[in-house]
């Protein structure tokens, strides 16, 4: 497997089966460092473009996935890959179907305090077998040291195997990469709207849109317009703009893959 390079962000090609073997080793140790699942698109690759510890942040995570079918189409069609589509709502999906063989547990940690709970009561429903073994929404504002000692207590304390994080991109980043060795044997994902989807405030895309690649649309053109345009648009001229001037030779990113040791 050899990653692919989009502007100095080293994508892996993974499969759901390769991803699962993974976080099934994983989960063997719960004493040692968490683990990170980076779900990576466009807007995140423009993001890190000038932002060198975030860069840092994805090329390090332990999985850095294809988020978006336009990455994943160029895996399987330029670099000839197997490649999914590793998008947060997906893979937790996927994870909460995979825990009846593997009975995972599940900590959610973000969202507006009624978005959570109603999250937790979506996948409650929809996976009856789910574990979720706690969620906590936190206070819009950065939490004090005590506050967040006391956060990371609980979840050791209950052992999750799954974190879904949902603070927004790239506030949830940070909080992952500041985490990763606080919390002990859990694997981080970064989860960003699907807490807004599983929890019914936002509406997701069909399954048709999400596998056309203009999924963004849908998403812009809906109740969060003002909050997304520039991402939808500046951000993503921004990418596309150095993305064509990668594939024409002209600039050169390179990659500074340093994962962390476990």
Known sequence: ???????????????????????????????????HIACINAFNVALALKNEKLKR???????????????????????????DRIAAPDTILKLAEHAKK?????????????????????LCEKF??????????????????????????EINRLAPDIVCVGLGTP???Y????????????????SGATFDFFGGRIKMAPDFIRKSGFEWVHRLLGKDFKRLWKRYTIMYVIFLYNFLLQKSGLVKYNLSSVKHAD
């Open 1 to 35: 497997m050899n990653q692919v390079n989009f502007l100095g962000i080293g994508l892996d090609p993974i499969t759901y089966d390769e991803l699962f073997k993974k976080i099934d080793t994983w989960k063997l140790d719960k004493k040692g460092r968490s683990h």
């Open 57 to 83: 942040i994805y090329n390090s995570a332990d999985v850095v996935g294809a988020d978006g079918m336009p990455f994943v189409r160029w895996i399987r069609m330029i670099s000839r890959q197997n490649c």
């Open 102 to 122: 593997t009975d995972y547990t599940f900590y959610l940690y973000g969202g507006a305090p009624d978005v959570c709970v109603k999250m937790k009561e979506f």
């Open 128 to 153: 009856p077998h789910i574990k979720i073994i706690g969620h906590y929404s936190p206070p819009f504002r950065e939490l004090s040291e005590a506050e967040d000692e006391a956060i990371v207590n």
């Open 171 to 173: 506030k949830q980043d």
């Open 175 to 190: 909080w992952i990469d500041e985490h990763l060795y606080k919390i002990n044997g859990s694997v981080l994902i970064a």
